[in-house]
């Protein structure tokens, strides 16, 4: 059997005191919450966010990120080299194809043949690499002669 407390009960007499939390928030932005703030007279502090409403930014931090750009990387990227410039027309001349046929083949826009051939392509490993296969000629590394 359990065994019962055996000692004197005695009761707490004092009192206790809850307190309401404070609002949250979300509960101090809300309307209905406001207007009975409002109705019932207490405090109701309202504050102008900086450049609310405006729908500019300033031109200060393009600027400043243009020069962080400027800084950290180098000033001109690598540009597909005169002999592989050469190569791509050359082959693609004895193929009887146009800069689109080569596009359609190696799934690109004619765009990007047409940058490659006039030097003005970064370039690109991957789209080497189909040039290569499409046209059968060399175009990485070094020429073996």
């Known amino acids: ?13 004092e009192p206790v005191v809850l307190h309401k939390s404070k609002p949250k928030g979300h509960d101090l932005r809300d309307p209905k919450a406001l207007n009975q703030a409002l109705r019932s007279g207490a405090q109701v502090q309202t504050v102008k966010k900086f450049d609310a409403g405006a729908n500019k930014k300033p031109p200060a ?6 020069k962080l750009d400027e800084a950290a990387e180098p000033a001109a990227l690598d540009r597909v080299g005169l002999e592989v410039r050469q190569a791509i027309q050359k082959a693609r ?8 046929q080569l596009a359609k083949q190696i799934n ?13 392509a970064v370039p690109n490993q991957a789209v080497l690499a189909k040039m290569e296969r499409v ?4 175009l990485r590394g070094k020429a073996h002669k």
Not at 1 to 13: A, C, E, L, N, Y
Not at 109 to 120: A, F, T
Not at 135 to 138: A, R, Y
């Open 1 to 13: 059997m359990p065994s019962r407390f055996s000692g004197t009960v005695t009761q707490d007499w």
């Open 93 to 100: 001349i004895e193929k009887k194809m146009s800069q689109a």
């Open 108 to 120: 690109e826009l004619p765009r990007v043949v047409q940058e490659y051939e006039n030097g003005k």
């Open 61 to 66: 931090t393009v600027v400043n990120a243009r």
């Open 135 to 138: 046209l059968g000629v060399k």
